[in-house]
């Protein structure tokens, strides 16, 4: 069963172009009720424990370093099948296959530069919710 709980981050490339306040719109005017969010910088071993699903593949390393090269927001949105919807806002990862009017169309230059992240599963939207906020930041 879906849940309504999903986590999202605003990558350090469209943070440092000025677009986190844009990204963060979309979402809001998408149904989405942002219930926790920060702004911070992943050092390369945060970044590197985020994302070691990926750590045997070739792109990990460009990846650790793309995520601890600048800050991030991150954020819980809530929305009815979370997951599900959230993917369909933000797109394809790569921004030239990714429907008109997403995130990633909008947002991103390529599929190392693809401007945000989202869950792919329920199961990993608590693993990376919990990965950034303690249960005192949610509202």
């Not at 986590?7 to 005017?29: D, H, R, S, W, Y």
């Not at 910088?41 to 990990?60: I, T």
């Not at 169309?105 to 919710?129: C, P």
Request: proline fraction near 3%; hydrophobic fraction near 45%; aromatic fraction near 8%.
């Amino acid at each position: 069963m879906a849940t309504n709980r999903t986590f999202t981050m605003v990558k350090p490339l469209a943070v440092t172009e000025n677009n986190a306040g844009a990204i963060l719109q979309m979402i809001q005017k998408a149904g989405f009720k942002i219930v926790a969010m920060k702004q911070c910088r992943l050092s390369k071993e945060a970044a590197g424990a985020f994302y070691a699903v990926h750590k045997e593949r070739p792109f990990y390393g460009e990846l650790v370093d793309s995520m601890s090269s600048g800050p991030i927001v991150a954020a819980i949105l809530e929305k009815a099948d979370a997951v599900n919807d959230f993917r369909k806002l933000i797109g394809a990862t790569d921004p030239a296959k990714a429907d008109a009017a997403t995130i990633r169309k909008l947002y991103a230059r390529s599929i190392s530069d693809n401007a945000v992240h989202g869950s792919d599963s329920d199961e990993n939207a608590k693993i990376e919710g919990d990965f950034f906020f303690s249960m005192l930041e949610r509202f």
